[in-house]
């Protein structure tokens, strides 16, 4: 299983691919320089083998590599973070 997180910013989203397949997606936004985190999709043929994770961390990654601030608006997310206090230093209010 190759698993692949890219952003897309013509569709203003990370995607996640599955051996080139579209698995999934985070939609964003970007306020003010922040980066807004609005929303987490997966395929339902992908629910529930940790797809959904890959392409939050994978995302999270990115946004830390460019040195973004992110604000997070999508419930998924949101949890997500809570479960990773890792990622916490670019949320913006930690």
């Known amino acids: ?3 692949l997180v890219q952003d897309n910013p013509a569709q203003r989203r990370f995607e996640i691919l599955l051996d080139d397949s579209l698995a999934g997606f985070i939609g964003y936004q970007v306020e003010s320089g922040t980066t807004v985190l609005v929303h987490t999709e997966v395929d339902p043929g992908f629910e ?3 797809v959904g994770s890959r392409l939050a ?3 999270l990654d990115q946004l830390r ?3 973004d601030t992110v604000r997070i608006t999508c419930p998924f997310l949101l949890t997500f973070v809570e479960r990773h206090p890792e990622y ?3 949320v913006d209010g930690g």
């Open 1 to 3: 299983m190759n698993l």
């Open 48 to 50: 529930g083998q940790g």
């Open 57 to 59: 961390a994978g995302t």
């Open 65 to 67: 590599e460019r040195g």
């Open 88 to 90: 916490a230093s670019i």
